[in-house]
Each structure stands twice: as C-alpha cells, then as structure tokens.
C-alpha cells in the first residue's frame, strides 16, 4: 500500500505567477478531494471528485482556481494568477465507497508559498 | 451551519499523565465523526470514524468516544511520542456530505 503521495511538497512563487500541483490517490480508491489548511487551522474542503467527475466545490475554489481528474487516476489542482493569501498547505485526501461514513486519507500535502 | 469545535486549543501533559481532548459538533444530520492526528509539515493520519451514539473504538492508548453532541478522544499514560495535533472531522448525511468539516484542532505536547 503506497499512501497517497503528493508533487511538489513544496512550491515557492511570486505573486501572479501560476502553479500546479499534483496527487497521486490509493490505487483503489475512486474518490479523490482537494483541501487547504493554513496554520492553526483544520484542513478546508475546495473540491471533490467521484472517479473523473468534479462532484462538488466550496466556495472557497474561486474562479483562479481548477481541479481535473482525467482519467479517474491522479488529479491536478491548477492556481492562476497566485496571491499571497494563497500561501497554505494543500493536501489531498482519497477514499473508496464503502457502508456508512468514507474515511479519507491523507497525502503528505504540498506547502505553497506565495511571496 | 455544519461547525466542529475542539478544546481546549493546546494541552500539555507529563508523560503518563491521562487527560481527555473535546470535540463538539453541530450537523444537520451524522454521517460519521472522524479523528485524526497531524504531525508538524505532514498529512493528517487517519485514527478512528465513529458513527453512532454510544459507539467507543480504541487503539493503543487512545480511545474515542461518541455522543449526539459531542466526541471525547481520551489519551491514558502518554508518552512523549503521542505529541501531535489532533484534529476532529463531521461527515453530514445527504448527496453533498462527502466534505470532511474539521475542527481547528487539539495541539498536544507531552514531556518526559
């Protein structure tokens, strides 16, 4: 079992530049999400997907941001024109349908600093 | 509003010193409530999922509790390798549930 894994860990950008991250979900798993936490917070929930459908996105994807899923496998998370208050952490969660709640789990994240 | 609320924000504790972590929650309707423990700069690690009141899970020296309002995640005898954050999550019921809502967290620090 090799873990959801993430690409880069770390990103360092100027402002207005674009950046794109990228996740690589638990082989079995059709559901793959897209949070950012900054520090001293929990994780936010930006996006969902159900194999290669986007499902869900919380108002806080605003429009510099997109999330594809190609081919129900990996997943990239695009941001354009990048701000300062886009520093935080992303991380990317995975899960498999099962009876009762989905437990998610976690990749190492990739830590973006906008300077 | 779907709301997840943890205290206290920091707990220190020597080690073997047993204490209890708060998760109090409001949700429309209870899918399952989550714990997980995050390291400083990693992912968080899945711990447990709790889907009903009354419903107890264990592991090692950790156990997690469940009522209608409220998850107690109780630590006995720490040891400093238990030093982490650790995070509470609500699933809500219904077709746009799937989003983990987390809490801000329980910062963890256990000395020798």
């Known amino acids: 079992d090799t873990g959801v894994s993430q690409n880069p860990r770390h990103k360092i950008t100027k402002r207005g530049q674009n950046v794109t991250f990228r996740c690589d979900p638990i082989s079995e798993h059709n559901r793959l999400y897209w949070y950012r936490q900054t520090l001293g917070q929990g994780p936010e929930f930006l996006t969902y997907?159900?194999?290669?459908?986007?499902?869900?996105k919380s108002r806080l994807l605003s429009d510099r941001f997109s999330a594809e899923r190609p081919k129900g496998s990996f997943s990239t998370l695009e941001i354009q024109r990048t701000e300062q208050g886009d520093s935080a952490m992303y991380l990317c969660?995975?899960?498999?349908?099962?009876?009762?709640?989905?437990?998610?789990?976690f990749g190492p994240g990739t830590r973006l600093t906008v300077l | 509003e779907d709301q997840v609320t943890q205290s206290p924000e920091a707990l220190r504790l020597q080690e073997g010193e047993s204490s209890s972590l708060n998760c109090s929650y409001t949700v429309s309707g209870l899918r399952g409530l989550f714990w997980y423990r995050q390291d400083p700069g990693k992912g968080p690690e899945f711990l447990f999922t709790?889907?009903?009141a009354g419903e107890e899970k264990e592991k090692e020296r950790l156990k997690a509790t469940l009522t209608k309002k409220e998850s107690f995640l109780h630590i006995t005898a720490p040891k400093p390798e238990d030093s982490a954050t650790y995070l509470c999550a609500v699933q809500a019921l219904g077709q746009a549930g799937t989003a983990l809502i987390f809490g801000k967290g329980t910062t963890l620090s256990v000395s020798s």
């Open positions: 969660a995975s899960s498999s349908k099962g009876q009762g709640g989905h437990e998610q789990f």
């Open positions: 997907f159900q194999n290669e459908a986007q499902l869900e």
């Open positions: 709790l889907y009903s």
